[in-house]
């Protein structure tokens, strides 16, 4: 009989951040079943569109993609698609499909996670055609490169490696032709506030070390030090899920201050009531007339806590540091 596997408390809370994969992915999935923003791809992912969610986790969800969206489209347009964008922490993510039909794709699209999420990604991929033929298609050889923990074509790859440990990471993007010479950006969702802070500086300086021309952004928790985000921290703790990194989300000012100190040039932050107000506003009235808000303030009190952060360097003068809402 095989010996029980020894689980650690590090192997606990890895599974609790992989648990928030699918959190993010059903919230997506019944907000675009609502009407909130249109993603055809998302159903290949999450079959089932789950249980209600309340219209101010919708809304929060809303925010969060347009904004990120807003930046990451204004990055490609600022390079004219010559550029790549990376990933991290991906999860289920589908922008690679939507850049597609949107005709914004990068010169490559890379995804980083977790093993067992990438592994799930291509068994999805594998299966679904309205997935994989849109890879096939941007790729110009007959064969893919393809197993369970990776998946590589001109276009579009995803790898499995743990961002906590930098130099694997880095050798694994360059064996899938990273170019650090290319304009890039890096992509992160609720992912730095799962790291340690010497974690999160180390990745941070790396990408700022390596890539001379670059964006970086970053959506996650801020003004955590008040009651209602120390709810939010005893609330995910419940579920053996550990903000790390909370410190760094004290305040936007502290999200900055990550940034220049690992060597980023210009940084901006704002907190997601402000993207809220400032996103194309016939849009919002749209999305507002979808369900009825009880709860005005809660919703206030959400996107208060939430935020996006972003910084760049530009040795090319592209103007990136020009880019914001």
């Given at each position: ?6 689980f650690t408390d590090s ?69 004219q698609c010559d550029c ?169 000012d502290s999200q900055k ?69």
């Amino acid at each position: 009989m095989a010996a029980r596997p020894h689980f650690t408390d590090s192997d606990t809370a890895d599974e609790a951040v992989r648990a928030t994969c699918d959190d993010a992915s059903t919230c997506k999935r019944f907000a675009t079943s609502k009407g909130y923003w249109k993603d055809p791809y998302i159903q290949y992912f999450v079959r089932s569109v789950g249980e209600r969610k309340a219209p101010e986790i919708n809304r929060g969800y809303y925010a969060r993609v347009q904004g990120v969206n807003q930046l990451l489209d204004a990055f490609i347009r600022k390079t004219q698609c010559d550029c790549q964008v990376i990933n991290l922490g991906a999860g289920l993510d589908t922008t690679f499909w939507r850049l597609k039909d949107e005709n914004l794709l990068p010169k490559k699209f890379f995804e980083v996670d977790f093993p067992a999420i990438v592994a799930r990604k291509i068994h999805n991929i594998k299966t679904k055609p309205p997935l994989s033929k849109p890879i096939v298609e941007t790729h110009s050889t007959d064969s893919l490169l393809l197993d369970s923990r990776s998946l590589d074509s001109d276009r579009y790859c995803i790898i499995a490696a743990d961002l906590r440990d930098v130099a694997n990471l880095e050798s694994k993007l360059k064996k899938f032709q990273l170019n650090t010479e290319l304009p890039t950006l890096f992509l992160s969702e609720c992912v730095l506030v799962y790291m340690t802070p010497p974690q999160s500086f180390s990745l941070l300086h790396w990408a700022a070390k390596t890539f001379h021309t670059a964006m970086f952004i970053n959506y996650e928790q801020v003004n955590m030090s008040d009651r209602f985000g120390q709810v939010m921290i005893e609330n995910l703790q419940r579920r053996q899920c550990s903000l790390t990194g909370v410190e760094a989300c004290q305040s936007l000012d502290s999200q900055k201050e990550r940034f220049l100190s690992t060597g980023w040039e210009n940084t901006d932050a704002l907190d997601m009531m402000t993207v809220y107000s400032v996103l194309p506003q016939d849009d919002v009235s749209r999305i507002e007339a979808l369900e009825f808000l009880d709860e005005k303030e809660l919703l206030q009190q959400l996107l208060q806590h939430y935020n996006i952060c972003w910084a760049s360097k530009d040795k090319l003068n592209l103007g990136l540091s020009q880019l914001t809402f």
